[in-house]
């Protein structure tokens, strides 16, 4: 790589981290800001006292995923303060590149890591992984013989799907689109359509949701057993009516960010893959 890029790695969790060793241990000088309270091992890497600092000089801004929680911040758990985004923006030029996860903007060269196909279809692995170890840690019954219903087929379902069959659950895909129900079909799960929603959630032992948008309301929670387990995979605000699900006593247990939690180091190189994607791509690496 070359030696006259810089990077800047300025806020997140441990993935940023291994985003920041990564491209120290390949010849990359590189600079991190908001990990004062991290206690463990530091890559080598510079650390700098505030935000601009990190960024002032940088080829590449790489920011967390998500970028914000709250529309404002900077997202920053391991910094013991609040970096205001619009400050960081403003203090970064027109022509430096600034990388962000579940960030969209106007600003010229700015790329959402989150929206590229490479990183949705790596994240589904760690996912699905996480989900199962959610479930496997709180169902009663083993997933063998579990009867497990996937809403929605796309990457993290389909990766879903694969694992709990082989574990030996009894497989159920909900699918808007014929096409996905003709491939669910041709992987021997039981393929529903979600007009037939209800019949599917009824008989459940464990329901993954994976679609972003709100499927389990109140009316469709109604036909889920106390005893079903819910997780909901999808990004805020979810997939499911959580007042409602609490009103009526049902189990469920909203999964945000499952890679960064179940497997840092594996979400963090995939982050770092997809960045370096970008920076090809843009003729800087």
Request: a negative charge; aromatic letters at 6%; glycine letters at 8%.
């Amino acid at each position: 790589m070359s030696n006259s890029v810089k990077i800047a790695v300025i806020g997140g969790d441990l993935r940023q981290l291994v985003v920041a060793k990564l491209f120290a241990e390949n010849d990359i000088e590189t600079a991190v800001f908001g990990f004062d309270l991290y206690t463990g091992e530091f890559p080598p890497v510079t650390k700098c006292m505030t935000a601009a600092d990190a960024a002032y000089g940088s080829t590449a801004i790489i920011l967390p995923l998500p970028c914000t929680t709250d529309n404002a911040h900077l997202n920053t758990p391991f910094h013991n303060g609040k970096v205001l985004l619009d400050d960081l923006m403003r203090s970064i030029t027109a022509d430096q590149i600034v990388c962000a996860g579940m960030y969209a903007s106007d600003r010229p060269n700015t790329f959402d890591y989150y929206a590229r196909e490479e990183l949705q279809i790596l994240n589904a692995i760690p996912t699905a992984e996480g989900a199962i170890a959610i479930a496997l840690d709180e169902l009663p019954i083993t997933l063998h013989g579990a009867r497990a219903v996937i809403l929605g087929f796309g990457r993290c379902g389909k990766a879903l799907a694969e694992r709990l069959k082989g574990l030996g659950s009894h497989v159920t895909v909900v699918a808007r689109k014929e096409s996905d129900l003709a491939l669910c079909e041709s992987y021997s799960y039981n393929a529903v359509s979600f007009r037939c929603l209800s019949n599917a959630v009824s008989n459940a032992d464990v329901i993954f949701n994976t679609v972003p948008a709100l499927i389990l309301n109140e009316p469709m929670l109604k036909h889920i057993d106390k005893h079903t387990l819910i997780i909901d995979l999808a990004s805020r605000p979810g997939g499911v009516d959580f007042e409602a699900a609490k009103r009526l006593g049902l189990n469920v247990n909203w999964a945000l960010s499952l890679p960064g939690k179940v497997a840092p180091i594996t979400a963090g190189k995939i982050i770092y893959k997809t960045v370096c994607n970008i920076l090809k791509q843009e003729g800087v690496l």
